[in-house]
Nanobody, 127 residues
Framework: QLQLVESGGGLVQPGGSLRLSCVVSGFSLDLEYYAIGWFRQAPGKEREGVSCITSSGSSTKYADSVKGRFTISRDNAKNTAYLQMNSLKPEDTAVYYC??????????????????WGQGTQVTVSS
């Protein structure tokens, strides 16, 4: 079965940086056939889309709340997606999930298009 494993979360002070990784395994197709999204969910809040990247890597999307601070990327040869998070704020505290969908387009307005999800990694931004 397709599996996604996130890593790189942890405790960081406001203004700090973290780089999340998502390693994808157990799939028949190469990662290049999948669009990738990063979502997050804070306690008591709805899951929200953070960023995504198309299967070709030609286009990315970012939530307004993270634009200019976060950068999504992918390395298909390593079966890995990344989310570089800079200038972190306390409101970025959440469990971060990566997800993939078979197809080119990616979405952050809704999570439903994604087929497979990781278990998440906790990011806590606090002084």
């Amino acid at each position: 079965q397709l599996q996604l494993v996130e890593s790189g979360g942890g405790l960081v002070q406001p203004g700090g940086s973290l780089r999340l990784s998502c390693v994808v395994s157990g799939f028949s197709l190469d990662l290049e056939y999948y669009a990738i999204g990063w979502f997050r969910q804070a306690p008591g809040k709805e899951r929200e889309g953070v960023s995504c990247i198309t299967s070709s890597g030609s286009s990315t999307k970012y939530a307004d709340s993270v634009k200019g601070r976060f950068t999504i990327s992918r390395d298909n040869a390593k079966n890995t997606a990344y989310l570089q998070m800079n200038s972190l704020k306390p409101e970025d505290t959440a469990v971060y999930y990566c997800a993939v969908r078979r197809g080119g387009s990616c979405f952050i307005a809704t999570a439903s298009p994604y087929d497979n999800w990781g278990q998440g990694t906790q990011v806590t931004v606090s002084s």
